[in-house]
């Protein structure tokens, strides 16, 4: 029997079958289990994983299953070596799985959250998510989501000071950029593609959250990052539904200035530059 099966069934109670690798992420290692009840589950492990890493990670699921809207794997069990996730059925992205996303997304992020940020800090990767609450989502995106990681990206030498000095300028114009003032969203905090998984139910299902309270456009810009398939029918869903405010697609740059400058810490290469013309667009005179 394998480690990774020995660990399921010490957690589950159940015996396993069988084990199948999955392809996918590169942060922890993602195992299929066939279960002596004839279930599936998805097991992740990471040798010497950051404490509480997965109890983290099980949390925000459990925040987002509690809202009642886009859906989540179940929660089978979790410990300080892995997480085991009720198994979804991946199948291929249709628009009307798309549309059906937007609304459920809608209802996620109408579930609110008491203020910007959340009681615990967190992980978004592999990297530390400051997440202590500020009363306006400015002082928050300022000091909890762009400034820790514009410093660290400097210490690591993969932003130049110039670099730095735009986007602190784009920082101290957040009350002019930011748009009108909304109230705390609950949301889903890491949503690039790679998180969705469509299922064969007509679903998509929300996996590896960064969950906090924050500002319902930084998950649509998450999205918009890296592409998502059906991207419009998404967004128009979500928009028949709560309708993002005027001007919502000239923020998309700076919501996504805080996953360009985690991956600028984690990465390096052109991340740094493409955040900085991120930040020069944005404090450009025609934006002015």
Not at 16 to 35: F, H, N, Y
Request: aromatic share 6%.
């Amino acid at each position: 029997m394998t480690v990774t099966a020995s660990l399921a069934e010490n957690l589950l109670g159940t015996g396993v079958v069988s084990t199948t690798p999955v392809a996918g992420g590169d942060i922890c290692v993602a195992t299929r289990l066939r279960l002596t009840d004839g279930t599936n589950a998805l097991i992740k492990t990471r040798p010497n994983a950051p404490a509480r890493f997965f109890a983290i990670e099980a949390a925000g699921l459990e925040q987002l299953r509690t809202a009642g809207g886009a859906p989540v794997p179940e929660v089978l069990g979790v410990n300080e070596e892995c997480l085991i996730l009720s198994w979804i059925e991946p199948g291929k992205p249709q628009p009307e799985t798309a549309e059906s996303f937007g609304r459920a997304l809608s209802a996620t992020h109408a579930a609110g959250a008491p203020t910007f940020g959340a009681e615990k800090d967190g992980f978004i990767g592999l990297a530390p998510l400051p997440n202590g609450p500020k009363d306006t989502w400015e002082e928050f995106f300022a000091v909890r989501r762009v400034l820790p990681y514009l410093k660290a990206a400097q210490d690591r030498g993969h932003l130049t000071s110039d670099q730095a000095a735009t986007i602190e300028k784009t920082i101290r114009r957040l009350p002019e950029l930011s748009g009108p003032a909304e109230t705390p969203a609950l949301l889903h905090g890491d949503l690039w593609s790679g998180n969705l998984v469509w299922g064969m139910d007509q679903q998509v299902w929300l996996v590896d959250p960064a969950v906090h309270g924050g500002h319902r456009e930084t998950d649509i810009a998450m999205l918009s990052l890296f592409g998502a398939p059906h991207l419009e029918r998404i967004i128009d869903s979500y928009n028949e539904v709560t309708p993002l405010a005027e001007g919502w697609r000239d923020r998309l740059g700076l919501h996504q200035l805080h996953p360009l400058l985690v991956h600028t810490v984690l990465f390096g290469g052109a991340y740094g530059a493409r955040a900085t013309a991120v930040a020069q667009q944005l404090i450009a005179p025609t934006n002015s």
